[in-house]
């Protein structure tokens, strides 16, 4: 088992920058490719960018790709989201969710294992 903890979350104006976390602990010692997915309310959760667990490999939804950067950081099994230029359309609950695979997980929630309990974030324009 995996747990996921989001953090860094909150309110911030149209144009402003955010830093997401997202702590691993339990089996943190098999390789997992993680990701970062948002939801609206009534929404379905929509895929935001993986990460492999290398680092090396990283795909991006069109809507952030320029804007958003993914990165990790095995040694504290933390993964981060750096967003940058915020639009009030980056209103959503943020996700973190991980895989245990040695490349990419995917864009489809359903293939990913384990899941944070998510956290706010808030562009007002």
């Known amino acids: 088992q995996v747990q996921l903890v989001e953090s860094g979350g909150g309110l911030v104006q149209a144009g402003d920058s955010l830093r997401l976390s997202c702590v691993a602990s339990?089996?943190?010692?098999?390789?997992?490719?993680m990701a970062w997915f948002r939801q609206l309310p009534g929404q379905e959760r929509e895929f935001v960018v993986d990460?492999?667990?290398?680092?090396?490999?990283?795909d991006y939804a069109d809507s952030v790709k320029g804007r958003f950067t993914i990165s990790r950081d095995n040694a504290k099994n933390t993964v981060y989201l750096e967003m940058n230029s915020l639009k009030s359309e980056d209103t959503a609950v943020y996700y973190c969710?991980?895989?245990?695979?040695w490349g990419l997980g995917g864009k489809k929630p359903r293939e990913y294992e384990y899941w944070g309990q998510g956290t706010q974030v808030t562009v007002s324009s």
């Open positions: 990460i492999s667990w290398s680092g090396s490999s990283t």
């Open positions: 339990g089996r943190t010692y098999d390789t997992y490719a």
């Open positions: 969710a991980a895989r245990r695979t």
